[in-house]
Structures are given as C-alpha cells and as structure tokens.
C-alpha cells in the first residue's frame, strides 16, 4: 500500500473513530473499544485490590458505599433520559474505602471506585464526599482513560495506526495499561489526567451530584480545604491539574447552571 493510501485509511479511521463526551458534547479520539478498556483496567484494579487495606472504619466505609451507590444511580438515569441507556452495562459499580494516608481517591473504568482514608479527614458531610465521587465517576462516565490511551496510540503509530490498530489492538492495550493506569509509587493509582479532564470531570461530577441530590455548592469550600490540606499550591504550569484557584474560579463561574440539575434529596 502507498504512503498516501496509508494515510488516507487512516484518516478516515481516526475519523470514525471519534465520539462525544456525555453532558459537554466535546468531541474525543476513542480508538479502543470498551471492552477492550474495561478489561485492561479490571486487571490493573484487581491487582491493586488485592494488595491495600480496607478501612476499618465501618462508619466511612458506609459513607462512601452510602454516597457512591446515589451516584451511580443518578449516572444510570441521566444515561436512560440521554438516550445512552447501552452505555450502562459498562458499569459494575463497586465502592471501597482503603488505610492509605494520600489525599486521593480514583475511579476506575467500570465504576470501580477507591476512596483513601487520608481523603475522609477533610470530608464533613455526604456532600463534600459527593463532590469527590462525582468527579470520579465522571471520570468513567467520559471515557477519559479511553481517550488518553488512543492518543498515546495514534502518537506511537501515526500512520500505521490503522493497520496496528486492527491487527493488534488488544497487544497495545495491554502494553499501554501500565502507563495509562500508572500503578506505582510515584503517582499511587491513577496516573493525572490533563486539565482539559479534571476541569471536564468537575463540570460532569457536580452535575451527577445535583441529580443525585446533593448539594453542588458545597464544592468551593470543599476544593478550598483540599488547597488548604495540601500544604500549599502547586503552580498550574507546573501540573497537568488545574491550579486550586482556577478550579474553584471556574466552580464559581457554573455553579449557577449547575443548580439546575438539583433534586431534593433522596
């Protein structure tokens, strides 16, 4: 096959290849199917969960089953009223509160949610805690895993990612796992996500929030404590995350539409 012709197919593959992001619309690269993905990501979870350590707190181990289980149900229905309700079978929710000191949590492909301990100290309320549930789901919800693991796809391949990509598509999932996911000591589960993500998954995670009946206004004290409990900013140039002040400027700046989502709560 000429070069052109190379190009060309591939072109059109990354073409039909693009899909749109629940609730934003942005448009997005998925090169690699779902199950692809969720197959990937379930051996990097199962991995890790086997290894840490459940809380034994049964208190915020209630807290978070209590306050993930909410939002996974309001996700489930905006799917259905959006008209994705085939988008739900990719879901197998499952929430776990972990002995870890990090202020994190992470959710991976699949709805596999882990909440770290060190995260519940600066959490005061089933609305502060939903504020961190949302933006992981949202996380899943959007495909963000997807679409950083076809970009690093079409980045590597270039214009031989047509015929890598249907020859050999499951090999470099896998091989792409570990990077995508990022298991390790420096970045602890989940590998950052740009600021294009986090800002998205913030927009998403208060708008499933407000649907599951909690309250989305609590979010600008809660990212102010997080800066606090942070010991300090980090400069946004610095870090694929948006700056604190920038996240709360920009929380600041929807809060308004997102109020319109809100439900009593249930």
Request: glycine fraction near 6%; charged fraction near 20%; aromatic fraction near 8%.
């Amino acid at each position: 096959m000429k070069k052109k012709d190379i190009l060309l197919c591939a072109s059109i593959y990354l073409l039909t290849s693009c899909g749109s992001v629940p609730l934003t619309g942005r448009k997005q690269l998925l090169l690699v199917s779902d199950s692809d993905v969720l197959t990937s990501s379930l051996t990097q979870y199962n991995d890790y969960i086997k290894t840490a350590k459940k809380s034994a707190s049964s208190s915020q181990t209630a807290m978070v089953k209590r306050v993930g289980q909410k939002i996974a149900t309001a996700t489930e229905e905006y799917l259905r009223q959006a008209g994705m309700a085939n988008e739900i079978k990719n879901f197998a929710w499952e929430f776990n509160l972990v002995e870890d000191k990090q202020v994190n949590a992470f959710c991976m492909p699949g709805g596999k949610i882990v909440v770290y301990e060190g995260l519940m100290k600066l959490v005061s309320s089933d609305d502060e805690l939903a504020v961190v549930i949302g933006h992981e789901v949202a996380h899943a919800v959007a495909k963000h895993s997807n679409e950083r693991m076809s970009q690093q796809i079409a980045a590597q391949y270039g214009s031989q990612i047509l015929s890598a990509a249907l020859s050999e598509k499951s090999t470099m999932v896998q091989n792409l796992a570990g990077t995508v996911y990022g298991i390790g000591a420096q970045y602890g589960v989940m590998l950052p996500f740009s600021r294009t993500h986090e800002l998205e998954a913030d927009y998403m995670g208060l708008i499933l929030m407000a649907i599951a009946g909690y309250n989305p206004e609590v979010a600008v004290n809660f990212w102010q404590k997080m800066s606090a409990g942070s010991g300090g900013n980090i400069p946004e140039f610095m870090s694929t995350h948006p700056s604190d002040a920038h996240r709360i400027s920009e929380i600041k700046r929807i809060l308004p539409e997102i109020m319109k989502y809100k439900t009593t709560r249930r």
